[in-house]
């Protein structure tokens, strides 16, 4: 089993910036894919990321805003997310899954853990 602990959401303005921490405990030593997902209220949820190594993807409604990085003496992912837009209020969670690599890293239900996510809201 793996628990994940996103933290770091908050309200910010628009064109700011904010930061976004997955913890990561249990069975960390598994080979593990991570995304970050978000849902805003009656939308579905949709991925704004996700790493598997050292290989990122992104979808392009935040590429070139959002970056993951991991550091895996911590156990820990990031989320900075740049240049944001109203349109990016929703709650944040973080993901993880035991099959390795990226393929189908767009689809949530292949995501077998999941934090509870943490609220970003972002003001025009």
């Known amino acids: 089993q793996v628990q994940l602990a996103e933290s770091g959401g908050g309200l910010v303005q628009a064109g700011g910036s904010l930061r976004l921490s997955c913890a990561a405990s249990g069975r960390t030593s598994a080979r593990l894919a991570m995304g970050w997902f978000r849902q805003a209220p009656g939308a579905e949820r949709e991925v704004v990321g996700a790493i598997a190594g050292s290989t990122a993807m992104y979808p392009e409604i935040v590429k070139g805003r959002f970056t993951i990085s991991t550091d895996s003496a911590k156990n820990t992912m990031y989320l900075q997310m740049n240049s944001l837009k109203p349109e990016d209020t929703a709650v944040y969670y973080c993901?993880?899954?035991?099959?390795?690599?990226?393929?189908?890293?767009?689809?949530?239900?292949?995501?077998?853990?999941w934090g509870q996510g943490t609220q970003v809201t972002v003001s025009s």
């Open positions: 993901a993880a899954r035991e099959r390795p690599g990226l393929l189908g890293w767009t689809i949530a239900r292949l995501y077998e853990y």
